[in-house]
C-alpha cells in the first residue's frame, strides 16, 4: 500500500549543482503535482500534470523543470540549483475532481533539500 | 495577496476542548474546501472536505462552512495532544480545480 512515493528523503547540493526528485503513484491517479514548502509560506505549487503527456506551470516554477514520464511518474529537476531553493518539496496526486470539483491531494513524504 | 487566509497561531487548548480553526477564502466562485492536518516532519494528510453551506461532522470533527461570508472553519471537540499539528485549508479559486494552500495554524493540545 505503498501510495506516493518520493526520492530521495534528504539532499544537500552546492550552489550550481544539478539533480532531479523522483515521485512515483500506485493509485492511477491522473494528476500530479509539485510543491514547495518553507517555514511561514505555506504549501506553494511549484508544476503540475493533469494528465500523462501534459504538464502546467504552478506559482513558483521559476528554477525548475519536470517530466512526466507515465501515468505513475512525475519528476522534478533542478538544472542549477541556489540557496534560494533551500526548501520540503512535496509530490502529490489526486482523485478525479467531483461535485464540485476540487481536487483531494494524497502526499509523498517529502523531500528536505538544502542549497549551500 | 494569498486567497487563502489563516491565523498562524500557535492556537494552545487544553486536553478535551474545543479547538476551533479558522479560514477565510477570497473567491466567491470556490465550490470546494479541504482541511489538512500536518505532523511535524511530515506529510500533509486529508482530514475533511466540506461542498455545501452548514456542518459537515466526521467523529471528532466538525467542519462548518459559510459561503455568504467566505469562511470555512474546522472545529476539534475533546482535543488529545495527538491532535497537536497544523491545519491547513485548502481552497480551489479562480475556476481551477487546484487548492491554494492556507499558510496553516499551528494547534497545541496540552495535558
Known amino acids: 500500500n505503498a501510495g506516493v512515493t518520493q526520492t530521495p528523503k534528504f539532499q544537500v547540493l552546492k550552489t550550481g549543482q544539478s539533480m532531479t526528485l523522483q515521485c512515483a503513484q500506485d493509485?492511477?491517479?491522473?494528476?500530479m503535482y509539485w510543491y514547495r514548502q518553507d517555514p511561514g509560506m505555506g504549501l506553494r505549487l511549484i508544476y503540475y500534470s493533469a494528465s500523462e503527456g501534459t504538464t502546467d506551470k504552478g506559482e513558483v516554477p521559476n528554477g525548475y523543470n519536470v517530466s512526466r514520464l507515465n501515468k505513475r511518474e512525475f519528476s522534478l529537476r533542478l538544472e542549477s540549483a541556489a540557496p534560494s531553493q533551500t526548501s520540503v518539496y512535496f509530490c502529490a496526486s489526486s482523485d478525479p475532481p467531483f461535485r464540485g470539483g476540487g481536487e483531494k491531494l494524497f502526499f509523498g513524504s517529502g523531500t528536505q533539500l538544502s542549497v549551500l | 495577496q494569498k486567497e487563502v487566509e489563516q491565523n498562524s497561531g500557535p492556537l494552545s487548548v487544553p486536553e478535551g476542548a474545543i479547538a476551533s480553526l479558522n479560514c477565510t477564502y477570497s473567491?466567491?466562485?470556490?465550490?470546494?474546501f479541504f482541511w489538512y492536518r500536518q505532523y511535524s516532519g511530515k506529510s500533509p494528510e486529508l482530514i475533511m472536505s466540506i461542498y455545501s453551506n452548514g456542518d459537515k461532522e466526521d467523529g471528532r470533527f466538525t467542519a462548518q462552512l459559510n459561503k455568504a461570508s467566505q469562511y470555512v472553519s474546522l472545529l476539534i471537540r475533546d482535543s488529545q495532544p495527538s491532535d497537536s499539528a497544523t491545519y491547513l485549508c485548502?481552497?480551489?479559486?479562480?475556476?481551477?480545480?487546484?487548492?491554494?494552500f492556507g499558510r496553516g495554524t499551528s494547534l497545541i493540545v496540552h495535558p
Open positions: 493509485m492511477n491517479h491522473n494528476s
Open positions: 485548502a481552497v480551489p479559486s479562480g475556476g481551477s480545480y487546484i487548492p491554494t
Open positions: 473567491d466567491r466562485g470556490s465550490q470546494s
